[in-house]
């Protein structure tokens, strides 16, 4: 059936014709389309020749566009003071991967039973999900439901709780699984096998490019998370690397600290270009983390309305 | 007659279903056990936090809580009406999300369009990875490329404009530039991902279809326009009326990591989301914040019902609940 669709593109590519508005579409689009994706990698690119470039010549003629240098004393002093750097680093990660698993685990439990077709309920409980998106307290209750009932300042809790469940997750992971056959489930409970075992030995193994796609949105949500930690945390051995990289761009004062502790002279501080390094050093994972979810993206995302 | 026999029977049926609550229950524990940490979630971070709301209209005091602080009636949405910037704040809302969705759809669609007909799948590839990449740095990394190219002193927008002999420009001085940097900066960091949407509807049509429009002699543009675009309509109507329904909620990160706190913005950034953290973390004022809060969600509530109850009458299928 594949080889046969796949035969039938592979002639249909072959009978295309180079007719003149062909030709000019596509003119278009690799203009258009090259024009846009070069302006998106562009600020990438002067934040890497920024953070490569030595301070004094920063100083005087600001931040490059050509590379001035290759210079990495940025990136060493970044590196020079590392137990915050590397603190955050691992707070970061720490809290990046325990909420990733927790939020996949959550968004694809609860969108299996409300995808099995014999659970009577599942529609009341995808409304009961649902409805938080169409309403809710505000900033403020919900803040005050953490720091004055739940206890989640200065708490790791406080970086994981507040991503670990997306109804929207749930949504996608829903109408993925009502796209698998139901025979699957039916036939495993008359095999004796519980719903619990179903989900996890049966139904998660077919759902790979599913929990690729929320994997990528969890991890992604998690490792750029500042609010969280803006919100909920002040003591500084707790800081996410997103947060730290905030506070060292908001003040130039926090970095004179830094350079002091790890004893540089004050005028040779490269304050703009430890900015520009801290920033690579803080996006850097995340970045390559997209070719290898890549291939399952397009195939995981499915929208669905929330009926049905 | 038929009818009747059919609304007894149903009537039949549905009198042992209300006794079996206790039998499903027990038939089907294990997927309720499953529900159940999302549902105690929702419960503790969505739901209570709604019964917190009283705090719009109530003084807070520290010792008496949500619950124990004394009641203020309507002084907390007085103060609002009275400091007149909620209203300044609710209409950079409205205008910034108009521009974001307007030139969202055109950017997002259009791109997925120009990049479905593209010859070179290797160029395809290689472009979209370059789109999508914005869509993986935070805000505050946003942030940071901001000041690399707009800062006064050092930024490469000013070293460009002085190279070529011109006067520096002050994006922080100049409150009436910063919508276009934000509408940039939006588009620049979600086209590639909204396209990927798009782009995953146009690959599941039928490739007949399209081969049929061009036996009878239909050129590229005519298969863009009857074809592609009508096809993505119900695509675009979920992502335009989710987007529509959240007219009056900012993206916060976006205006918090760029504009930072600068009062001299404020006319041209200030959004409905910055006011309200503003009021609860630098002033410390809860009931006012809450208020304002209180009025953003209500509002959001009403747009959305409102959306989705016209977009039912004209067209079911492309309504969300």
Same mark, same amino acid.
């Not at chain 1, 968004?107 to 009341?124: C, E, H, I, K, W």
């Given at each position: ?154 708490? @790791?809790?406080? %970086? *994981? =709780? !507040? #991503? /670990?469940?997306?109804?929207?997750? +749930?949504?996608?992971?829903? &109408? ?22 179903? @989900?996890?030995? %049966? *139904? =998660? !193994? #077919? /759902?790979?490019?599913?929990?690729? +796609?929320?994997?990528?949105? &969890? ?25 730290? %990289?905030?506070?060292? #761009? ?37 970045? %390559? ?20 | ?321």
């Amino acid at each position: 059936m594949s080889a046969q669709r796949a035969a039938k593109k592979h002639h249909h590519l072959e009978r295309r014709v180079w007719t003149s508005d062909v030709i000019a579409l596509n003119a278009l689009g690799y203009v258009l389309i090259g024009v846009f994706a070069l302006l998106c990698l562009f600020p990438f690119y002067l934040i890497i020749v920024g953070s490569f470039t030595p301070e004094n010549s920063l100083i005087r003629e600001g931040y490059p566009i050509l590379p001035r240098a290759f210079d990495l004393s940025s990136y060493a002093l970044c590196l020079k003071n590392p137990e915050s750097v590397l603190i955050a680093y691992a707070n970061t990660i720490g809290v990046t991967a325990v909420g990733t698993l927790v939020a996949v685990f959550l968004a694809t439990m609860t969108g299996y039973v409300l995808s099995r077709q014999d659970f009577p309920y599942r529609n009341g409980f995808s409304f009961f999900f649902f409805f938080t998106t169409l309403f809710s307290g505000g900033l403020v209750p919900w803040y005050m439901m953490c720091t004055r009932y739940l206890g989640l300042k200065n708490s @790791y809790f406080g %970086l *994981i =709780l !507040p #991503l /670990c469940f997306s109804v929207w997750n +749930t949504i996608i992971a829903k &109408s993925f699984m009502s796209g698998l056959p139901a025979a699957i489930t039916e036939s495993a409970k008359i095999d004796g096998a519980n719903d619990f075992e179903i @989900y996890v030995k %049966l *139904i =998660l !193994p #077919l /759902c790979k490019p599913l929990i690729a +796609t929320l994997s990528l949105f &969890s991890a992604l949500a998690y490792w750029n998370d500042w609010y969280n930690c803006m919100l909920f945390v002040t003591n500084e051995n707790m800081f996410n690397l997103q947060y730290y %990289l905030q506070r060292m #761009l908001g003040s130039a004062q926090a970095m004179r600290m830094v350079a002091e502790k790890s004893g540089m002279a004050l005028p040779s501080v490269p304050l703009e270009g430890m900015k520009m390094a801290m920033t690579v050093i803080a996006t850097g994972p995340i970045v %390559l983390l997209y070719p290898f979810v890549q291939r399952y993206f397009v195939k995981g995302l499915t929208i669905g309305a929330v009926k049905g | 007659m038929k009818k009747s026999t059919n609304a007894a029977a149903a009537d039949l049926r549905a009198a042992p279903r209300r006794r079996s609550i206790l039998h499903t229950i027990r038939k089907h524990w294990i997927l309720f056990l499953m529900l159940l940490p999302a549902v105690a979630y929702v419960l503790v971070f969505c739901y209570a936090p709604m019964t917190g709301i009283v705090l719009a209209f109530k003084r807070y005091q520290h010792a008496g809580g949500i619950y124990g602080s004394p009641w203020v009636g309507l002084a907390n949405f007085k103060f609002l009406m009275v400091s007149n910037k909620l209203g300044m704040a609710t209409v950079n809302t409205i205008l910034y999300n108009i521009a974001f969705i307007l030139l969202g759809v055109v950017f997002e669609m259009g791109s997925a369009i120009l990049l479905n007909e593209l010859f070179s799948k290797k160029f395809k590839k290689v472009a979209q990875t370059f789109m999508f990449l914005p869509y993986f740095i935070s805000w505050v990394v946003a942030g940071a490329i901001i000041y690399n190219i707009f800062n006064f002193e050092r930024g490469v927008f000013n070293n460009v404009l002085t190279g070529m002999g011109l006067e520096p420009f002050d994006l922080y001085n100049t409150p009436q530039a910063w919508p276009f940097v934000l509408i940039f900066l939006k588009l620049w960091k979600g086209t590639g991902y909204g396209s990927v949407v798009y782009l995953a509807a146009i690959t599941g049509l039928d490739q007949e279809m399209f081969e049929a429009a061009t036996i009878d002699g239909a050129n590229v543009w005519q298969r863009i326009r009857h074809i592609t675009i009508p096809s993505l309509i119900p695509t675009m109507m979920i992502l335009v009326l989710l987007a529509v329904g959240n007219i009056f909620r900012g993206d916060f990160g976006l205006f918090y990591q760029t504009v930072k706190s600068s009062a001299l913005l404020q006319p041209t950034t200030e959004i409905i989301d910055t006011y309200v953290f503003k009021l609860l973390i630098n002033d410390g004022n809860i009931g006012v914040s809450a208020a304002a809060g209180l009025y953003q969600s209500v509002l959001c509530f009403i747009t959305i019902n409102v959306c989705n109850w016209l977009v039912k009458r004209v067209q079911p299928d492309y309504a969300l609940y």
